[in-house]
């Protein structure tokens, strides 16, 4: 069964610093792996998808299959990006998306 | 129209009551989804709609009946709920892909606003 482990569930960063959210996913066929961001009082919303390879609001995210990961980096965090982030596995054949627990990030002024 | 709509934001309902929350896109997706979502946790799937056709119940008590009357709206009735019930309500929507003739897993997912739910 497809399983996605987000490890840190609260992350805290000063502004200006780098930030890195970690995701590893267990899934044995080839995977879609997907970050969304849920801001406050806000939707939940994409903010990365691998195959797209995009960087959207200075973040990036690598698929690795070797240590099957897809970790959420941003080299330079901004306030507004304090949000709750899901890392969310999509499986071939299935409808389903498996969410992570998530990480809330708080950026400090 | 590039987002999915939900009415109405919010809700407060009895234990005997009978409620419909409604979901709307005009993005052309064929499938779409209800979500419940608990405060500081993810959202967790309960039903998927494949072109207007149900294919996902993953095992939701019959109090939820969910209803897609077209390819746009997606209804989720409900009736004597709990107030373990109470939570976000989640609609979604998405493309889907077929490969090699087999459906295959979703598009991008984009989510509504959420309908808040009160079960007194």
């Known amino acids: 069964a497809q399983r996605v482990t987000q490890p840190e569930k609260l992350l805290s960063v000063f502004k200006g610093a780098p930030v890195e959210l970690k995701c590893n996913y267990s899934y044995s066929g080839s995977p879609e792996l997907f970050w969304y961001v849920q801001y406050s009082r806000q939707r939940l919303q994409l903010l990365l998808r691998?195959?797209s390879r995009e960087s959207i609001k200075g973040f990036t995210a690598d698929l690795n299959k070797g240590e099957t990961s897809f970790h959420l980096k941003k080299p330079f965090a901004q306030e507004e990006d304090s949000a709750m982030y899901y890392c969310a596995l999509g499986c071939s054949n299935d409808y389903k998306l498996s969410f992570g627990a998530g990480t809330t990030v708080t950026v400090r002024a | 129209d590039t987002e999915v709509t939900q009415t109405p934001k919010h809700l407060v309902m009895g234990m005997t009551n009978k409620k419909s929350l409604k979901c709307e896109q005009h993005?052309?997706?064929?499938?779409m989804y209800w979500y419940k979502q608990k405060a500081k946790k993810p959202p967790e799937l309960m039903f998927v709609?494949?072109?207007?056709?149900?294919?996902i119940n993953e095992s939701v008590p019959s109090r939820f009946s969910p209803e897609c009357p077209n390819s746009s709206l997606l209804n989720l009735h409900l009736h004597a709920l709990q107030p373990e019930d109470s939570a976000l309500y989640l609609c979604a929507s998405s493309h889907v892909g077929l490969a090699g003739g087999t459906i295959r897993t979703t598009d991008t997912q984009y989510f509504g606003p959420g309908t808040r739910l009160t079960v007194l």
């Open positions: 993005m052309g997706h064929r499938a």
């Open positions: 691998h195959i």
């Open positions: 709609y494949s072109y207007e056709k149900l294919s």
